[in-house]
Antibody, heavy 118, light 107 residues
Framework: QVQLVESGGGLVKPGGSLRLSCAAS????????MSWIRQAPGKGLEWVSY????????NYADSVKGRFTISRDNAKNSLDLQMNSLRVEDTALYYC???????????WGQGTLVTVSS | EIVLTQSPGTLSLSPGERATLSCRAS???????LAWFQQKPGQAPRLLID???SRATGIPDRFSGSGSGTEFTLTISRLEPEDFAVYYC????????FGGGTKVEIK
């Protein structure tokens, strides 16, 4: 069965950095785009970024462009999100998800919480 | 950038009633790239409908999706107790956009 397990969340001060990871299993990782989607406490869903299966195409929401970098390691079936210059408004539960550009986001992890606060 | 507007924000209904949720796009959206999700408290979203009207695997047939262009609808024919949740529409493709959500609550 498809499993997506996020890690790396935590408490960080404004302006700080954090790196999230997602371990994928149960499907052929190299067949799919992968995405990060976030949800601020009590709010709706917001797409953050996606990456193509071979890493040759990435896209970002305007709210994170220039601060966040998505990457993947197909040999390790893993997806990362490097988050720099973090802001209070980046506080959210960050979900790793399969799909995003050419296929629907069918599978989601359980999320990792990022809190940006002084 | 395409904006998805969901209405109503909250729908108060009783079990057994019919729920009709609307998702309106600011520009035409290809039906092939319109999805609906259900989210319950403390859980990740669950895919209900893809391509505007195709039920995902394991989704009961009381859930149905319809629409095209800029107007899409999710219908729950008879609400079961487990259907009370928040529902999101989503457009995917070049960028992913979510609607603001509709909360279906017990009246």
């Amino acid at each position: 069965q498809v499993q997506l397990v996020e890690s790396g969340g935590g408490l960080v001060k404004p302006g700080g950095s954090l790196r999230l990871s997602c371990a994928a299993s149960g499907f052929t990782f190299t067949d799919y785009y992968m995405s990060w989607i976030r949800q601020a406490p009590g709010k709706g869903l917001e797409w953050v970024s996606y990456i193509s299966s071979s890493s040759d195409y990435t896209n970002y929401a305007d709210s994170v462009k220039g601060r966040f970098t998505i990457s993947r390691d197909n040999a390790k079936n893993s997806l990362d999100l490097q988050m720099n210059s973090l802001r209070v408004e980046d506080t959210a539960l960050y979900y790793c998800a399969r799909g995003g550009y050419d296929s629907v986001v069918k599978y989601w992890g359980q999320g990792t919480l990022v809190t940006v606060s002084s | 950038e395409i904006v998805l507007t969901q209405s109503p924000g909250t729908l108060s209904l009783s079990p057994g009633e019919r729920a009709t949720l609307s998702c309106r796009a600011s520009q035409r959206v290809s039906s092939s790239y319109l999805a609906w999700f259900q989210q319950k408290p403390g859980q990740a979203p669950r895919l209900l409908i893809d391509a505007a009207s195709s039920r995902a695997t394991g989704i009961p047939d009381r859930f149905s999706g319809s629409g095209s262009g800029t107007e899409f609808t999710l219908t729950i024919s008879r609400l079961e107790p487990e259907d009370f949740a928040v529902y999101y529409c989503q457009r995917y493709g070049t960028s992913l956009t979510f609607g603001g959500g509709t909360k279906v609550e017990i009246k």
